[in-house]
């Protein structure tokens, strides 16, 4: 059984300060991670991805992975208020020749204050 | 270039009634899934297709059917709609096949309440 654990929140963080969501799982097999992020009443939108232990920066986003540990991270810095959302963690076992879909946490809910 | 599209965006349905809900990509992916999101769940795996003519159950299936109609088509389909099945659908899809190519990429989603 894959699970993805995630704060639930509110995480509530000043503007212009770094934000730090995180996530674990369950399943050592998982090869692929990701950041989505959910509007209120919008779909989910990709943020990130990383597979290789260590950081991957994208703009003011750092995801970090360390498999070691099954966590994986999201740093935002520079928080704006339009960051303020729902951030989704899902990780992927890729089996064969096709993906078999993510597994999702439930998701932290980010609210940036001006 | 829409990427993920669905239809309808909204529907009520009564406790019994059947529908399909549609979606299309035009991304030329391989693979293509349907979740549902409900309060506290997350989004929950309902069906996917790793490629053309093939599909599989996810987390949780029953009281659900799907078709890959083609590449760029899959649908979904409640036979007898029940309330514990109002909730917001979400199609994805992804190039998959891969390592490395399999970021989904989702449809804006059909809210579905069945009384």
């Known amino acids: 059984q894959k699970e993805v654990e995630q704060n639930s929140g509110p995480l509530s963080v000043p503007e212009g300060a770094i934000a730090s969501l995180n996530c674990t799982y369950s399943d050592r097999g998982s090869q692929s991670f990701f950041w989505y992020r959910q509007y209120s009443g919008k779909s989910p939108e990709l943020i990130m991805f990383?597979?290789?232990?260590g950081d991957k920066e994208d703009g003011r986003f750092t995801a970090q992975l360390n498999k070691a540990s099954q966590y994986v991270s999201l740093l935002i810095r520079d928080s704006q208020p339009s960051d303020s959302a729902t951030y989704l963690c899902a990780v992927n076992i890729l089996s064969g020749g096709g993906a078999d879909g993510l597994t999702f946490g439930k998701g932290t809910h980010l609210i940036i204050q001006p | 270039n829409a990427g993920v599209t669905q239809t309808p965006k909204f529907q009520v349905l009564k406790t019994g009634q059947s529908m399909t809900l549609q979606c299309a990509q035009d991304?030329?992916?391989?693979?293509m899934y349907w979740y549902r999101q409900d309060p506290g769940m997350g989004l929950r795996l309902i069906y996917y297709s790793a490629s053309e003519g093939t599909t599989d159950k996810g987390e949780v299936p029953n009281g659900y059917n799907v078709s890959r109609l083609n590449k760029r088509e899959f649908s979904l389909r409640l036979e007898s709609a029940a309330p514990s099945q109002t909730s917001v659908y979400f199609c994805a899809s992804s190039e998959a096949g891969l390592a490395g190519t399999d970021t989904q990429y989702f449809g804006p989603g059909t809210r579905l309440t069945v009384l």
């Open positions: 990383i597979y290789s232990n």
């Open positions: 991304m030329n992916h391989n693979s």
